[in-house]
């Protein structure tokens, strides 16, 4: 496997950063950014809902 230089166990930040250049366990990444995604819908829906019931509640 290809190393970077100065991607040794000393070096602060090699173990994310190392696995980010070389490319290894890119499932995982991709699994974590679907996550991300997923959130920041869920999160937009929940503010719509939540505007929406506040402007009903205005009107009445």
């Given at each position: 496997m290809y190393r970077m230089p100065g991607a040794?166990?000393?070096v602060a930040g090699?173990?994310?950063?190392?696995l980010a250049a070389?490319?290894?366990?890119?499932?995982w990444w991709l699994a974590v950014g679907?996550?991300?995604v997923l959130l920041g819908t869920v999160a937009l829906i929940a503010v719509?809902?939540?505007n929406r019931r506040l402007?009903?509640?205005r009107e009445h």
């Open positions: 040794g166990v000393g090699g173990g994310v950063g190392t070389t490319g290894a366990d890119v499932g679907v996550l991300l719509h809902r939540r402007s009903q509640a």
